[in-house]
């Protein structure tokens, strides 16, 4: 399989591996297209936006979501508003994200209530999903993956159970020390059902914020074979390959995952070096 070439920045902030894109210094943090990076389907902008400014969001050909990570803000698209979604303090609190699906061809005005941090996550769309529509915390189902150091929690902001037309969103809290997207697993083959192709984007947080996360990325023939230390607020891109992520030890990650791809599936292969362990956790 040919390898895509990432080669995203944000604002022109370059980082020492093209998989790994550190946040701008505006208030737009992050910038990620298809054509910056190089792939074909997700897109991903971290804006920061201060109580009263407002924004306009629309993309040709692409569905968003909304992800309003912390705050409160008001949103507008055609004759649909709501007000006040969100609310969070802080993205390790535990309570569900703002969250409201814009299909293809529709635009969204974003106002905040308070200051907020706005994530704009996207792909190709033909805009047949109907109209806009906010994501209850109720649908946004929670789930507990792994067990002792590979213990993990999981919510589903936009799950393949909830329609779209490509979009793929989710969110991840890792505790100290733990690891997460692991054992190493891949979704890079069309090969349903087995595995699915799918484009991936990690938004790295972390508590405190002077931490760091290890994420490894790599090929079964190691054409591609990363380590990428992400500090709070990078970005790391998964073209393809697996790509598990390790929290030392007092540290708590977060991270918001958009994926996308040619089917709108998520199946995944284990890395069979690693898939031992889930036979042998105790």
């Not at 919510?155 to 793929?168: C, V, Y």
């Not at 997207?181 to 484009?199: F, G, I, M, V």
């Not at 914020?209 to 090929?219: E, F, L, P």
Request: glycine fraction near 8%; include cysteine; charge should be negative.
């Amino acid at each position: 399989m040919k390898r895509q070439s990432p080669n995203a920045s944000s604002k022109g902030v370059t980082s020492v591996s093209r998989l790994l894109v550190k946040p701008a210094k505006s208030r737009q943090r992050h910038d990620i297209t298809p054509e910056n990076a190089g792939w074909l389907y997700v897109g991903f902008a971290l804006h920061e936006l201060q109580a009263g400014e407002d924004i306009s969001l629309q993309q040709s050909g692409r569905e968003l979501c909304l992800v309003i990570l912390t705050g409160s803000a008001n949103v507008q698209v055609g004759d649909q508003n709501w007000n006040d979604v969100g609310g969070r303090q802080t993205v390790f609190e535990d309570k569900a994200p703002g969250a409201i699906y814009v299909p293809a061809g529709h635009s969204a005005q974003v106002t905040a209530s308070t200051d907020i941090e706005l994530a704009v996550c996207s792909a190709p769309g033909d805009g047949s999903i109907g109209s806009a529509r906010q994501i209850a915390a109720e649908k946004m189902s929670q789930e507990v993956r792994g067990k002792n150091s590979n213990t993990r929690y999981v919510r589903n902001i936009l799950p393949e159970t909830e329609s779209a037309d490509s979009l793929l969103v989710v969110e991840v809290i890792t505790p100290s020390g733990n690891w997460s997207s692991y054992p190493p697993h891949k979704h890079d083959r069309d090969a349903l059902p087995e595995e699915s192709k799918l484009e991936e984007t990690y938004y790295h947080r972390l508590n405190p914020s002077s931490g760091y996360v290890h994420q490894r990325v790599y090929t079964d023939d190691r054409s591609l074979d990363e380590t990428l230390s992400a500090e709070d607020g990078d970005v790391v891109m998964v073209p393809e390959g697996y790509h598990p992520v390790g929290v030392p030890h007092g540290y708590t990650s977060y991270y918001l995952n958009v994926m996308a791809g040619p089917i709108r599936e998520w199946h995944f292969h284990n890395d069979p070096a690693h898939e031992w362990i889930l036979n042998n956790s105790k």
